[in-house]
């Protein structure tokens, strides 16, 4: 038996929020965890449309229902995606890297880069996403913020930190409850350091989930680009 592989032409969606014009001054591209859809996820950043700031949420390639029991799907059941899986990941990862470039340039065809600042979010699961698409893609971030999960497993043997650290910006966030986060935080923050990555690190009282107040200084011109 032989594996194959056919590059096919495939839809993927994509929410927008903010104006697309001269008013813009940031892009914000936020990248949802596993089990989320892009859709839900925006809300979470409609606090920061204040006319100066465009967020763009993709999402995941990978649908399927999120039941924890085996069953029927019907109307009301729950669906999430997942950027990728440990099955054919090199594959996955390559087709989510030129899925995230792609939209990218399309939005830059509207918006001069030149004029906006750009910051990248990955929540959860999306944390290795962005992760890998600065290292793998041709998008490069003014600010690149890593929220509650750690960074991909090849980069402890120094695989893109040379990409990583080209970025202005890099900002770690951690929940002070989410306890999956704190256990893994303290070596987190001794491979960054041994990577040679310099990067700011935020708290907030709360567990696994974003915080608007953390948002909103992340995306003030003092902290955030």
């Not at 100066?52 to 029991?69: M, S």
């Not at 890297?97 to 340039?105: F, M, N, Q, S, W």
């Not at 962005?130 to 980069?155: F, K, M, N, S, Y």
């Amino acid at each position: 038996m032989q594996e194959h592989h056919l590059t096919v032409e495939r839809r993927a969606r994509y929410y927008t929020l903010g104006p697309l014009g001269e008013s813009v001054s940031q892009v914000w591209i936020v990248c949802h965890g596993f089990a989320q859809l892009a859709g839900r996820f925006m809300r979470h950043f409609s606090h920061l449309d204040d006319g100066t700031r465009l967020i763009v949420a993709p999402e995941a390639l990978n649908r399927f229902y999120v039941e924890e029991t085996p069953g029927q799907h019907g109307p009301d059941s729950k669906v999430g995606a997942t950027w990728m899986t440990r099955e054919d990941r090199l594959s996955e990862i390559e087709d989510y890297v030129g899925y995230l470039d792609a939209l990218c340039d399309e939005i830059f065809t509207t918006i001069p880069r030149a004029k906006v600042s750009l910051t990248v979010l990955g929540f959860s699961q999306g944390v290795a996403t962005v992760a890998r698409w600065v290292v793998q893609g041709h998008t490069q971030p003014d600010h690149l913020i890593l929220w509650a999960e750690r960074l991909p497993p090849e980069i402890d043997l120094g695989a893109g930190a040379e990409e990583l650290a080209a970025v202005t910006q890099i900002s770690v966030v951690a929940g002070l409850k989410d306890l999956d986060a704190q256990r893994v935080l303290p070596l987190e923050k001794e491979r960054l350091q041994r990577l040679g990555l310099h990067y700011t690190p935020f708290s907030f009282d709360g567990g696994h989930h974003l915080d608007e107040e953390t948002l909103r200084t992340l995306s003030s011109p003092r902290t955030g680009t």
